[in-house]
């Protein structure tokens, strides 16, 4: 399974904010569980849907050379459950970065309806310590979600898009 | 601004950033013991004090790291050593270390930082 909450960029400014859409499938799996007879999206997965959004734009900020980990929800609130069906806008707005980490404020949308609203607080774990206990591999910032910032820049007509490479 | 203007928008900005109620922030408060704060939380801290005063927080400044990373110079068996100690002077002088220089074991290093101290803190920076 994909662990990508996101599915495309319609906006980035590099350092200040972003945004990125969801489409909600009734397809997906939570749906099935999230509950039996009453399928809601659940408010951890548009959290990390936000976060993803959040994160790549914090890790592009340092052209993805931190690795960059969500470190704490300081505050979350959600207005109304969603649905299969839902077009989701999760925009992330970086409030603060540091050399140690940053502070993004993010919002989810539904046309003009406020869904849901949540800081997010971000680590970039610490270099040297870092090489010792995942190595010099970029974890965070693999494959999957730099094609997606890649896709988006294609859209801006910028560059052209690079297939995820296939080793892990 | 006095110590208790202080106190009171350090109160409120340590009830967001750790999620405890405001009658359990009091200005003997120790961050880890009493109130649960965690290492992530003196960055969400450090982020939100700068935001609200106004000033330049730098790193190491309020919660100097060669401390608690257990430097052999400045920590040997489990306690705070001389050098240690005039380091934490050095680089805390807004700190009261006259309780902890009496048994300065290293394992009660956390206990020091209270939001008194924070209160203390931010004085100074803002009176420099």
Redesign the interface.
Same mark, same amino acid.
């Given at each position: 399974m994909r662990w990508i909450w996101i599915d495309r960029f319609v906006e980035f400014t590099p350092g200040k904010s972003a945004t990125a859409v969801k489409a909600l499938s009734y397809a997906e799996d939570h749906f099935a569980d999230h509950f039996p007879g009453f399928p809601v999206m659940p408010a951890s997965l548009i959290l990390e849907g936000l976060a993803q959004t959040g994160g790549i734009l914090v890790g592009e900020a340092n052209q993805f050379q931190e690795k960059v980990v969500l !470190?704490?929800i *300081? !505050?979350a609130k959600f207005f109304r459950d969603v649905m299969a069906g839902e077009l989701l806008h999760y925009t992330a707005t970086i409030?603060?970065l540091? *050399?140690?980490?940053a502070?993004v404020s993010g919002r989810v949308t539904t046309g003009k309806e406020l869904i849901a609203e949540a800081e997010i607080?971000f !680590?970039h774990l610490d270099q040297s310590r870092n090489s010792q206990l995942f190595g010099d591999h970029n974890f965070v910032f693999s494959g999957e979600l730099k094609y997606l910032l890649t896709a988006a820049r294609q859209v801006a007509g910028e560059e052209r898009p690079q297939l995820p490479p296939t080793t892990a | 601004m006095s110590h208790d203007e202080i106190f009171e928008k350090v109160k409120a900005l340590m009830v967001d950033a750790l999620s405890v109620d405001e009658d359990q922030v009091t200005r003997q408060a120790r961050l880890q013991a009493d109130l649960g704060a965690e290492s992530i939380d003196f960055l969400d801290i450090v982020f939100r004090l700068e935001r609200e005063f106004g000033i330049k927080i730098d790193r190491n400044e309020l919660f100097p790291e060669s401390i608690f990373q257990g430097d052999p110079e400045f920590v040997k068996d489990g306690k705070v050593t001389e050098k240690g100690l005039a380091e934490l002077k050095a680089k805390m002088p807004f700190a009261d270390l006259s309780a902890f220089e009496a048994n300065p074991k290293f394992d009660q290093i956390s206990d020091l930082f209270t939001v008194d101290l924070i209160v203390r803190y931010v004085a100074s920076k803002l009176n420099s």
């Amino acid at each position: 399974m994909r662990w990508i909450w996101i599915d495309r960029f319609v906006e980035f400014t590099p350092g200040k904010s972003a945004t990125a859409v969801k489409a909600l499938s009734y397809a997906e799996d939570h749906f099935a569980d999230h509950f039996p007879g009453f399928p809601v999206m659940p408010a951890s997965l548009i959290l990390e849907g936000l976060a993803q959004t959040g994160g790549i734009l914090v890790g592009e900020a340092n052209q993805f050379q931190e690795k960059v980990v969500l !470190a704490k929800i *300081p !505050a979350a609130k959600f207005f109304r459950d969603v649905m299969a069906g839902e077009l989701l806008h999760y925009t992330a707005t970086i409030i603060d970065l540091r *050399p140690q980490g940053a502070l993004v404020s993010g919002r989810v949308t539904t046309g003009k309806e406020l869904i849901a609203e949540a800081e997010i607080f971000f !680590a970039h774990l610490d270099q040297s310590r870092n090489s010792q206990l995942f190595g010099d591999h970029n974890f965070v910032f693999s494959g999957e979600l730099k094609y997606l910032l890649t896709a988006a820049r294609q859209v801006a007509g910028e560059e052209r898009p690079q297939l995820p490479p296939t080793t892990a | 601004m006095s110590h208790d203007e202080i106190f009171e928008k350090v109160k409120a900005l340590m009830v967001d950033a750790l999620s405890v109620d405001e009658d359990q922030v009091t200005r003997q408060a120790r961050l880890q013991a009493d109130l649960g704060a965690e290492s992530i939380d003196f960055l969400d801290i450090v982020f939100r004090l700068e935001r609200e005063f106004g000033i330049k927080i730098d790193r190491n400044e309020l919660f100097p790291e060669s401390i608690f990373q257990g430097d052999p110079e400045f920590v040997k068996d489990g306690k705070v050593t001389e050098k240690g100690l005039a380091e934490l002077k050095a680089k805390m002088p807004f700190a009261d270390l006259s309780a902890f220089e009496a048994n300065p074991k290293f394992d009660q290093i956390s206990d020091l930082f209270t939001v008194d101290l924070i209160v203390r803190y931010v004085a100074s920076k803002l009176n420099s």
